[in-house]
């Protein structure tokens, strides 16, 4: 049995225009790290259980993933775990998490 959990990276409205133009999103689940995109989910499929979910934001043609912040969530068997992922009016902030939904 698996679980899923998605991720929406969601850039704030004040800084949004400047990070949709020179930065990429990026999940990492456990450690292990997914491309993303601003305004979209993204579906990571896993096993059920506890894992470490983490967002942040990298320029591009730089290495240091900046604004990092992590979550613990619990995925159930056949459970889909939904997260928006924002940062703050400041690119120095740290994105939050927050869950959408368990179904």
Known sequence: MNAAITVLPKPHWINGWFLRLFAQP???????????????????????????VAVGARYHRTKALLGVAATEVEA?????????????????????????KHT
Not at 39 to 51: N, Q, V, W
């Open 26 to 52: 990026y999940v990492l689940v456990d450690d292990v790290e997914h491309a993303a995109q601003w305004g979209r989910g993204l579906k990571i499929e896993t096993s059920p259980g506890r894992h470490t």
């Open 76 to 100: 159930q068997a056949n459970q889909h775990v939904g997260l928006i992922a924002q940062n703050g009016p400041l690119n120095h902030q740290a994105f939050a998490l927050r869950a959408t």
